[in-house]
């Protein structure tokens, strides 16, 4: 995939934290919105275990409901765990009107809300890979509300 900027998002450092993603998102949100999207470890655990994530709410429940055996893997689960976030993220801006993805002067990219509010869906992510909690279904219930 040919992302012009994301030479530029993997320099950030360069042009302090989150400065060239925060660009990036002003110069081309769809570009931005496709990559988050790929989250290859994620989508490749769900076909191992017969799912296809088709990038809606459903999907977030049948995730939910896989047997979460990357917990043995200690080095894998927060990896997994950061794609969990970026797909829980996907759904979210691809289902609920107004919600987009911004980021915050850290550099870590967030999902903000037609109400304001503003979601950290890679943190829930790798919290649901670590623990179970929260569930990617009831993160995006609780977004989908706002």
């Not at 470890?41 to 049948?62: K, Q």
């Not at 909690?133 to 219930?141: F, G, M, R, V």
Request: with cysteine.
């Amino acid at each position: 995939m040919n992302i012009p900027f994301l030479d530029n998002w993997l320099h950030r450092h360069e042009t302090g934290q989150g400065a060239a993603l925060a660009a990036a998102l002003a110069e081309d949100p769809e570009g931005v919105v496709e990559m988050f999207s790929e989250c290859e470890m994620l989508r490749v655990h769900a076909r191992t275990a017969g799912l296809e994530l088709d990038e809606t709410p459903a999907s977030l429940e049948a995730l939910d409901q896989l047997m979460p055996r990357w917990r043995r893997d200690p080095e894998a689960a927060p990896w997994l765990g950061n794609d969990a976030g970026f797909y829980l993220g996907t759904v979210i801006v691809r289902t609920v009107p107004g919600a987009r993805w911004q980021v915050w002067p850290n550099g870590q990219p967030v999902i903000a809300l037609a109400s304001g509010r503003e979601l950290n869906v890679v943190e829930s992510g790798v919290s649901w890979a670590m623990t179970g909690s929260p569930e990617l279904s009831q993160a995006y219930a609780e977004a989908s509300e706002a």
